[in-house]
């Protein structure tokens, strides 16, 4: 697999285990994480914070090998209300989550790519087309975090033009708040 022909198109419910495990491995879990069940029943729904409606997939030979889940910022509350309930049925609680965007970006969530697909420019493609899509809708910061433990992902944000805007907690991480502005 030198090079691959990979096509970027919009996420459909059908991919809400791809979605769920994109999930999971932007946080550090595998798809045997009983939160890779919450993903997935929010991947299905038309309005939550991993909703199919908010990602895009990419696919190689047919075959979807990735996912990132973005959405605009000043929805953040009102698209993760739906996870609360799902967090309590399955883990018993519901864990301390920082907000990690806000009005005034577009923000991307979580970006997954299988294992064997890695290396291959595809993250880099989903993320390249979100964010023109989002400054195509009228978006003009486009954000991320990434932990401060993650250089290799830093390096590829940078070269992607975002650039470090500040520091937001998040799960017990310090991560680099990141944005890219229309230009």
Not at 71 to 87: H, M, N, T, V
Not at 143 to 164: C, H, K, M, Q, W
Not at 176 to 182: C, T
């Amino acid at each position: 697999m030198d090079s691959l022909d990979i096509a970027v198109r919009e996420a459909r419910s059908e991919d809400a285990g791809l979605i769920a495990e994109a999930v999971c491995m932007a946080v550090g879990y595998d798809s045997a994480h009983p939160l890779y069940t919450v993903f997935k029943t929010l991947a299905q729904r038309e309005e939550s914070q991993y909703s199919y409606r908010n990602t895009l997939v990419a696919e190689v030979d047919g075959r979807a090998v990735a996912a990132l889940v973005g959405y605009d910022g000043a929805l953040l509350k009102q698209l993760r209300e739906p996870i609360f309930p799902l967090l309590e049925e399955h883990l018993g609680q519901v864990p301390t989550i920082e907000d990690e965007t806000q009005e005034g970006e577009f923000y991307l969530d979580s970006l997954g790519v299988l294992p064997e697909y890695r290396g291959y420019g595809i993250g880099r493609r989903l993320i390249e087309t979100m964010t023109q899509r989002a400054f195509e809708r009228g978006h003009e910061h486009v954000g991320l975090i990434v932990d401060f433990d993650n250089p290799d992902a830093e390096r590829l944000y940078t070269s992607l033009g975002f650039r470090r805007v500040g520091v937001k907690p998040f799960l017990g991480h310090q991560m680099w708040h990141m944005q890219r502005s229309i230009e």
